[in-house]
């Protein structure tokens, strides 16, 4: 059984033996391509999907999409004012729609998701369409008394209403001092400085992603989004809710806070969190100007499974510091890996076992590749039965060994042609010089015993 760190136990949890596990992850918003440090924390959910097959259970993941609410970056600053909203500031940007731009950036995310081999989620609902019981959930609050409408019309939960506010991260409501920026509002009306916004009033100048509603017109507050979306797809019982360590607080908090107030239970059972990437020593975020994406790193040659193995290899609770260096060591070792996949292969029983007892410990990822590493190593002798392992290890890890077809032009496949003539020839001085010219392409060549093999040059970008 699935052994799974619970942020707000603060200890290693048994996931519950239902099957399927339920799973609600935080999902992107979409007003902008996901970078690395993103798609590290939206691997958790497949991560732990791969962990409960393992111990043979089933799980369910559903992701929401945030189209419109939640509208920052990483400044923590929410926008009424529309020249503010990054959704509407990329639409005017792009000059589409808004809702083009989120739909936009919502097939990019989903088609990063299948490049990572990653599982697309049972349910992907998104907040626009989810209005509606949103609406019900913020009346609900009012009639329950957890939540008040101030002067300007926006809807506020009250914190104080919630006595175990601050359980997941520890930041209970004493320790808050009045000015910290809950939900980065701008000046507001709320009758206490913890209080969020569930329901955002707003004026003429903002002219999308409105709707109107009793307490006029206006735009969701971000927390509400993810209570709805969860508590729609599941009911009042979530087995395992899952996001970046940022979330903890105020989001999760938030959530936590009104989920349970309506339902009158603890609706998620553990919590878990995906620690942060830095990437060459700093934090990756488009405010520090640190932001690298998935297309990026695929243009210089280094495949997406490779990606995905840099991340198997640091235990999730971990910060990860992730370097061109070490996604080139990764391609590298993609490569080696795909290469000894020939001839028909079985499973290696052993390894599985080895493996299954790493997953099921927290997700220890790494140590699962390092068992793969290790049977590599003791198998050196032996190409059928390393073909085995790690056909075997990379099946339950998720990590695709199969190469993305090269689709060779006519220029290229003369080019080549012309470098085996040479090199029938034995003319080494020209066969090198082709060899340059194919490069020029982004291409490399090898020649293997069952022929030229062409590859992907691994171009990293240089600072
Ligand atoms: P957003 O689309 O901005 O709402 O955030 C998407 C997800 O990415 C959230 O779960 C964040 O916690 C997570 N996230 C943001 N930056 C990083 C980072 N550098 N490393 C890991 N996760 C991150
Ligand atoms: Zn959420």
Redesign the pocket.
């Known amino acids: 059984m699935l052994q799974i760190y619970d942020t707000k136990s603060r200890q290693l949890v048994a996931v519950p033996a239902a099957d399927p596990v339920k799973i609600y992850a ?4 979409v007003y902008r391509s ?2 690395l ?2 798609l ?3 691997l958790l959910p497949d991560l732990l999907r791969a962990a409960l097959a393992s111990g043979g259970q089933a799980a369910v993941v559903v992701q929401n999409i ?1 189209d419109v609410g ?1 509208m920052v ?2 400044t923590g600053l929410e926008a009424v004012d529309p020249d503010q909203d990054k959704m509407l500031r990329q639409a005017a940007q792009e000059k589409i729609s808004a809702l083009a731009i989120a739909r936009k950036y919502e097939a990019q995310y989903l088609a990063d998701l299948t490049a990572l081999n990653v599982t697309i989620p049972e349910q992907t609902p998104r907040a626009s369409e989810t209005i509606d019981s949103m609406l019900e959930i913020i009346s609900r609050l009012i009639e329950l008394d957890f939540a008040y409408q101030a002067e300007d019309g926006s809807v506020f939960f009250s914190a104080k209403k919630f006595p175990s506010y601050g359980a997941i991260s520890g930041n209970t409501l004493d320790q808050l001092k009045p000015g910290h920026k809950f939900d980065g509002e701008a000046e507001t009306t709320k009758r206490f400085h913890g209080d969020w916004a569930l329901w955002k009033a707003t004026d003429e100048r903002r002219t999308q992603l409105t709707w109107e509603t009793p307490w006029g017109t206006g735009f969701p507050g971000w927390h509400i989004e993810c209570t709805a979306m969860s508590l729609g797809a599941f009911g009042d019982q979530i087995d395992i809710h899952t ?5 903890r607080f105020p989001h999760h908090e938030n959530e936590r806070a009104q989920s349970n107030s309506l339902t009158g239970a603890e609706v998620v059972s553990s919590w878990v969190h ?5 990437f060459e020593g700093r ?3 488009k405010s520090t100007n640190n932001v690298v994406l998935l297309t990026d790193v695929m243009a210089a040659g280094i495949s997406a499974a490779a990606v995905r193995l840099v991340f198997l290899e640091n235990h999730y609770r971990q910060q990860l510091n992730l370097t061109w260096d070490s996604l080139v060591a990764a391609e590298q070792t993609i490569r080696r890996w795909s290469d000894q996949l020939t001839g028909p292969l079985n499973f290696d029983a052993e390894l599985k076992t080895e493996i299954s007892a790493h997953l099921l410990n927290n997700i220890d990822t790494a140590a699962a590749v390092l068992a793969l590493r290790a049977k590599e190593k003791q198998l050196a002798k032996s190409p059928e039965l390393r073909a085995n392992a790690i056909a075997t290890a990379a099946g339950l890890l998720g990590l695709s060994l199969v190469s993305e077809p090269i689709e060779v032009t006519a220029e290229l496949k003369k080019l080549i042609d012309e470098r085996s003539s040479a090199r029938a020839e034995k003319n080494w001085q020209l066969s090198d010089k082709i060899r340059d010219q194919i490069a020029e392409f982004g291409f490399e060549v090898n020649d293997t015993s069952s022929g030229v093999q062409l590859r992907r040059a691994i171009v990293p970008p240089r600072a």
């Open positions: 935080c999902g992107p918003t996901v970078h440090g993103n590290r924390s939206f945030t939640h970056d990483d996001g970046g360590i940022d979330l995906a620690e942060h990437l830095l934090k990756m975020s």
